[in-house]
């Protein structure tokens, strides 16, 4: 037969509790007040749900948003603002589009040419230029086709719309005077740096074609005078770059054009506007 032990366990512990807390009355005292106190202060400062205010701030501010309601939203919530945000951004109005030469009279090449490139979008969301060789001039244009500025510059010395083969690689001075030209057409322009070196918008790499600033190296060519003359055939002289006056360059063409380049459309002086840009063709006028 067992002997019962509970009740006499219990009888032992409930004399130790007593006889220590009888020993320790004040510390105990002392303890609970301590708890009763951090209780309290507990209850009035921490806020009873995630997301609401303390009853001390309720106290204090009670007009005052609180930020956990500012800054945390339900994932519905968060999910329906930012596709409030989207819908708003795809809702934006598209770029207005329209050409506006600025009181300048370009040629009707020109004409033709950038109303076609603003009609179409043919430039997507880049600035661009048109080069009318025949008249030596460029036109630098917002994307929107609103001109940024034009100016006249120097072409390459030979007439002519095609690049030779292979000339980006020979050394400028093995460059014969009848190679010397400007090509025509559609380039994708980049920003960068030639051996010198010194800030250039690329038009054709790989031929070494670039429009950068007029360089004054060679006193006998007279690049300076060939520029403010208003004969375009005096302004044919370099190797094929584009050289503009230091003013345009560094206030109209590389501001527009040193973050993500451009389009630059060079308008032919030898072939036909169509051959060189068979695009400005409609379905109607193919044969």
């Not at 770029?95 to 009181?103: A, K, P």
């Not at 400028?172 to 380039?187: D, L, M, S, Y």
Request: charge should be positive.
């Amino acid at each position: 037969m067992s002997v019962p032990i509970l009740p006499q366990l219990h009888e032992r512990l409930y004399g130790h509790v007593s006889g220590w807390y009888q020993r320790n009355a004040d510390r105990a005292h002392a303890f609970l007040q301590g708890m009763l106190v951090a209780s309290t202060v507990a209850v009035l400062v921490l806020p009873l749900r995630t997301g609401q205010p303390s009853v001390i701030q309720q106290l204090l501010y009670p007009h005052r948003p609180v930020a956990a309601a500012l800054h945390s939203q339900p994932a519905a919530s968060h999910h329906a603002t930012r596709l409030a945000k989207a819908t708003n951004s795809a809702a934006a109005p598209a770029m207005v589009r329209r050409l506006d030469f600025s009181g300048e009279t370009p040629s009707a090449d020109a004409q033709r040419l950038a109303e076609w490139v603003v009609a179409h979008a043919d430039n997507g969301p880049l600035n661009f230029v048109i080069l009318d060789k025949r008249n030596a001039k460029v036109y630098v244009f917002a994307p929107s086709g609103h001109l940024i500025g034009a100016s006249p510059v120097l072409l390459g010395y030979a007439a002519g719309d095609d690049t030779v083969p292979g000339i980006g690689k020979r050394p400028i001075a093995q460059v014969k005077p009848w190679e010397r030209t400007t090509p025509a057409g559609r380039f994708r322009a980049e920003p960068g740096r030639n051996a010198l070196p010194e800030d250039v918008v690329w038009v054709d790499y790989e031929a070494a074609v670039s429009m950068h600033r007029v360089r004054l190296t060679n006193p006998a060519e007279h690049r300076a005078e060939r520029l403010k003359s208003q004969d375009a055939k005096a302004r044919r002289i370099s190797y094929g770059c584009i050289n503009m006056p230091p003013e345009f360059f560094e206030q109209v063409l590389w501001p527009n054009f040193r973050r993500q380049g451009g389009i630059v459309y060079v308008l032919p002086e030898v072939k036909k506007l169509d051959q060189v840009f068979p695009a400005l063709v409609g379905p109607s006028q193919m044969t």
